[in-house]
């Protein structure tokens, strides 16, 4: 399916710093609850991520990330995510993270 470069502008993709990472045991599937900081434009975010198999929760914390941030909130178990962290799936079908190359500043725009 081809979109037009109009629909690609509707997402707003943006830069981000972890926070808080904790164990989310009430999720389905293996998952942390992230605390992402967008900067002083969208503050702090919310969001549950698949990324245990790749990931501690120490080497999480401070980590940059790149994340979808204007879909509606949803409820996952007992908690809100209010963003989607991006990542590739690798040839076991686990997430390992978008991640800028170089530092960025928190909330810069992907384009």
Known sequence: ?????SDFEKIDIRSGTITDVQDFPK?????????IDFGEELGNKRSSAQITAHYSKEELLNKQVIA??????KQIADFISECLVLGVYDENNEVILLQPGKAVKNGMKIG
């Open 27 to 35: 999720a389905r599937k293996p998952a942390y609850k992230l605390w």
């Open 1 to 5: 399916m081809t979109i037009s470069w």
């Open 68 to 73: 979808v941030v204007n879909f509606p909130p």
